[in-house]
């Protein structure tokens, strides 16, 4: 999955929260943030792999410049080989080795520039949505960490009160619940 359409999921459900008062704190399901999250950390990895896919295609480029290159070197000296077998042409044929040589290392190192630059502007653009993807989920933490706070502030001391005694007497308000649910329970209060 796309991780720019995931983070504008979750950049959606935090801004359509249903705020609280005063705070300018937002409620969110916690539940489909979590999903969120987890889908992030799916799609990551797969973001990573095709910059990985990129990086080899570009190396295979590189190879097969180095590859073009290697042949017309041998086409060259092939060339310059004949040259010098003809009488008074030796300094020609030399001269045209060592200018088809030049050409085909300047051909080669254009195409492992060009090359390189591709995948340096492939590998900057994933770098961008990686640090893109992890601001929302700090922001999401953040957002559900300060929620968490103010609801543990939020809580009556006799609500404590009768919790404390509700723990002590082994009841958890007729229902096990995790710290999850607990927290979301405290905000239906």
Partial sequence: MDIIFLLERLESQIATGT?????GKVLVDK???LDL???????I?????????INAEGERI????????TRITSRAQEQAAFLIGERGLTEAAQAEGRRIVEESEDAAAEIRRGADE???????????EVVKALSGIRKGIEVLDDRRADLTEAE??????????????GSRGGADMD?????RSALLR
């Fill in 19 to 23: 705020g609280v008062p005063i705070t």
């Fill in 45 to 53: 990895p797969e973001e990573v792999s095709a910059a990985k896919r």
């Fill in 37 to 43: 999250v987890d889908q992030l950390r799916v799609a």
């Fill in 156 to 169: 009556p001391d006799d609500d404590r009160d009768e919790d404390d005694e509700d723990t002590s007497n």
């Fill in 62 to 69: 590189i190879e097969k410049a180095h590859d073009e290159a």
């Fill in 179 to 183: 710290e999850h649910e607990g927290s």
């Fill in 118 to 128: 591709y995948a340096a502007s492939i590998l900057d653009a994933l770098e961008q």
């Fill in 31 to 33: 539940d489909s943030i």
